[in-house]
């Protein structure tokens, strides 16, 4: 019982659980917007395009599972997370051209690199 008490009480716990609602936030709101676009998709890719676009859906949807891997194995979800998060920035990046798009894109790897705190306060 003392050593539980002890756990809820440790500063990384709230860290763990600041990166599970921001990382569900996240994950959540992204894949709400991505879903019907991948959906309409379909209709309007050309060949040459379709190789790209399959690459950004399989980023996103990674991202998510990334997400739910953190439940079970923390610092393995979190690595995920931040490479597929890279990975979309900067394929926003390259689609766009445009900064903006870019730092966008960014704050999808906060939630994973608050998991990465977590893992080293709390081994």
């Known amino acids: 019982m003392n050593k539980r ?3 809820q009480d440790h ?3 709230f ?3 600041l990166a599970r609602i921001v990382g569900f936030l996240i994950a959540g709101v992204y894949i709400l917007f991505i879903l019907p676009e991948f959906i ?3 209709d309007t890719l050309n060949n040459k395009s379709e190789f790209w676009v399959f690459l950004f859906y ?3 949807l990674t991202y998510g599972l990334g ?3 953190t439940f079970w194995k923390i610092k393995a979800g979190a690595i995920t997370m931040i490479i597929c998060s890279i990975g979309i920035a900067l394929y926003g990046f390259l689609d766009s051209m445009r900064w903006e798009v ?3 894109l960014i704050p999808l790897c906060f939630s994973g690199i ?3 705190i977590h893992t080293r306060k709390n081994p």
């Open 5 to 7: 008490l002890k756990y």
């Open 11 to 13: 500063p990384s716990h």
């Open 15 to 17: 860290m763990l659980i």
């Open 40 to 42: 309409s998709n379909f």
């Open 58 to 60: 399989a980023l996103s």
């Open 67 to 69: 997400f739910l891997l």
């Open 102 to 104: 870019f730092l966008l």
């Open 114 to 116: 608050m998991f990465l």
